[in-house]
């Protein structure tokens, strides 16, 4: 949920320790970027060396992180100790799940996994208030104060009831893979988020991105080709397996842009409160209420045109959501959120059940894994793509804008747009309300085209499942009455 309370803190961050807007992205990415490419290796750490001892270093990590954090004064400073939470956080999750599964038997376990998974959920939804609460009496450091004091009760906790277990024959390190999957990882994220400042045709980018892209390709083919993979892409050939992460992954892009972009619009454009703009998006969690219908409703007809359906029902979400203007009323606002929550909430629980029920039961390790990995890897694009859309957007419409104002004016009113109603405010008069009336535009502008792509995003990807994934009840009675 870290994602999630800090995109509420996004435009006192702007403004205290004046992060510029792919600044902010990287704030909330760097730690889910290593997160995400950390995970799978951390999983299997946890299995060679003891999962208690790995939760309890991951846990004095992201403490000592966040305590940091607090202290924080610069970008730079903050993302470089956010990366150090997500190594933290990587070496906590996967190690919850599996003390989970050695704790319970069978039989118990796939309730408690449900709960897990709900707590999961629910966190992001009570950090995101919780954060807003802090932040109407607090500064952004609190966000990560309250963070170091749930790791230590987590580790006073682990230390007194979590059983030390491991399962060693079954670990297998791949750091060539862990390293090549972070570096592609990394490469792309880099180029996405730098290129609206940089310029896309820029070497930094252009090479980040080359990187990236064959550090991909040079991991998929040592996945194939060594003995024991991290990840075996051949898993992917498994069409349930691959619909269900095609889906939870984008899903999560649309969950995470969206939080990245609305919590932004709702406090800077619509002028609300942390606090207010935190109850603002709770409507979307109670159309998350509609997950165990999904379950039932994927039953009498397939998990295809389910999961498929969601997705194309957050579309029209974010569709609707796309064409908030600058004076938009909270009817507006709440019916975007509702049919984008209700969407991702239908293809949740059947796509997890595609990934979970596609593999043989010694593989349900790797299941929850690559389920854990698609939501964290759809967060990191989310971010990375939708933000720098609205980034560039803004960019680019301020600029055509502001024809007359000084060249290092734009400049900084182009970082952000906390900076630009700054820079408005130094300049005051006309020439102000000007600049202050163009950034708003600019940013809408911005937001309206970051939020259809993530509407295309979620359409290609519903038809991407629905191919995927045919009306599957015919075959599975089909190959029944061949048994008989």
């Not at 999983?43 to 305590?67: E, P």
């Not at 992917?236 to 969206?258: D, K, Y």
């Amino acid at each position: 949920g870290m994602a999630v309370s800090l995109s509420v803190a996004l435009p006192d961050l702007a403004r205290d320790i004046g992060a510029t807007q792919a600044q902010l992205q990287w704030i909330v990415n760097a730690y889910a970027v290593v997160f995400a490419g950390l995970l799978l290796p951390a999983g299997t750490l946890g299995d060679r060396l003891g999962r208690k001892g790995v939760l309890m270093a991951g846990l004095l990590l992201f403490g000592v992180a966040s305590a940091g954090a607090v202290f924080a004064d610069s970008p730079g400073a903050l993302i470089a100790l956010r990366t150090v939470s997500g190594v933290g956080a990587a070496m906590i999750m996967p190690m919850t799940l599996s003390i989970i599964t050695s704790v319970f038997p069978p039989g118990e376990r796939t309730g408690a996994v449900g709960v897990w998974a709900g707590v999961a959920g629910a966190g992001t939804f009570v950090s995101l208030l919780v954060s807003g609460a802090l932040l109407e009496f607090f500064s952004w450091a609190s966000i990560f104060a309250l963070s170091v004091v749930l790791a230590a009760l987590v580790m006073v906790g682990t230390a007194a009831v979590v059983p030390t277990s491991s399962d060693p024959e079954h670990a297998s390190l791949d750091p060539q893979g862990a390293l090549l999957s972070l570096a592609g990882i990394s490469g792309i994220v880099f180029a996405i988020i730098e290129g609206p400042a940089l310029g896309w045709a820029s070497v930094a980018v252009v090479a980040a991105f080359g990187v990236g892209v064959l550090a991909l390709v040079a991991f998929l083919f040592w996945e194939l080709h060594t003995m024991r993979p991290m990840l075996d892409p051949r898993l992917f050939l498994v069409r349930p397996f691959s619909a269900g992460t095609l889906s939870i992954t984008m899903s999560h892009v649309a969950i995470f842009g969206l939080f990245f972009v609305a919590l932004q619009y709702l406090q800077q454009i619509a002028g609300y409160s942390a606090l207010l703009s935190g109850l603002a998006v709770l409507p979307m969690v109670a159309a998350f209420a509609l997950s165990p219908a999904s379950a039932h409703l994927s039953e009498q007809v397939g998990p295809g045109p389910v999961i498929a359906g969601g997705l194309a029902l957050a579309a029209a979400g974010l569709t609707v959501l796309s064409t908030l203007g600058t004076g938009s009323s909270y009817w507006h606002v709440l019916g975007g959120f509702v049919l984008t929550g209700a969407g991702v909430a239908l293809s949740a629980t059947p796509a997890t059940n595609a990934i979970v029920s596609s593999l043989p039961q010694g593989k349900q390790g790797v299941a929850s894994a690559v389920n854990d990995l698609s939501r964290e890897l759809g967060g990191v694009l989310g971010i990375a793509i939708l933000g720098s859309v609205l980034n560039a957007g803004y960019r680019s419409g301020i600029a055509d804008a502001a024809r007359g104002v000084p060249r290092e004016v734009l400049a900084r009113a182009q970082e952000s747009l906390v900076s630009a109603l700054g820079v408005a405010g130094q300049l005051g008069g006309r020439e102000g309300e000007h600049l202050a009336d163009a950034a708003r535009k600019a940013f809408v502008g911005g937001l309206s085209v970051s939020l259809l792509i993530g509407a295309v995003i979620l359409g290609l990807s519903a038809l991407g499942v629905a191919l995927l994934v045919g009306p599957v009840r015919d075959r599975q009675a089909h190959l029944e009455q061949h048994d008989h």
